[in-house]
């Protein structure tokens, strides 16, 4: 994808005060929302694409939310809170923000978009941030990508271990290598064409 520019975004449990910084040169925006009483914070780094193009997902049970937003900024802020959002549709004229489960790379493509105006963000996964998984819970208390599960940290709902990070499960008709890369929730499996689908099965009638 065609990065723009980057975003950071941050989030305390209790927001104190508000920075936004703007850097022309670089092409990165930073937004950071502190708090004096709390420690906790959740950041993550955004790829935006160039104008025109948006994200189209495989499913469209992919979609968690459509509604409308003051900014960009605003769109993947709300991303942010979400936990399985991963990826967002914005247009810079509608302001139509699309917010969507699973990471951009494996449930879904960038297509041209019929608007001139839309940008699509990807949010970056970084191995640093799934570090404590199979550690216990106390290493996660606190984790947008990790969750406590049978005294352990793993991975959220929908997704899955690779080895270093925790990638989002795929919906129907996406390739896959094995099983565990399927929405298992949804009965999909890795089918023999390499895509997740669901496995039918033959029934026979014995007819006497």
Known sequence: ????????????????????????FICYTLIIFQSQTSATIWQSY???SNKGLEFLPFDQQALLLYETTKSILICGQNCLT????????????????????GDMDSTGSVVASLSSQSICG???????????YGRSCSY??????LTCMNSICQCQLHTYFD????????LNGSECTSDIECRNDLNLTCLSNM??????????ILLW
């Open 82 to 101: 979400m936990t399985p959002c991963r990826t967002f549709n914005f247009d810079t004229q509608t302001k139509y923000c699309r917010l969507y489960e």
């Open 163 to 170: 080895g270093s990070i925790c990638r989002s499960q795929k």
């Open 46 to 48: 955004f790829d935006l």
């Open 1 to 24: 994808m065609s990065t723009l520019s980057h975003f950071l975004f941050r989030k305390d449990t209790m927001m104190c005060c508000f920075y936004h910084r703007l850097s022309l």
């Open 140 to 145: 996660c208390e606190d984790s947008r990508d």
């Open 122 to 132: 990807s949010m970056k996964l970084l191995a640093e941030d799934f570090l404590n």
């Open 195 to 204: 895509k997740c689908g669901c496995k039918y099965h033959n029934l026979g």
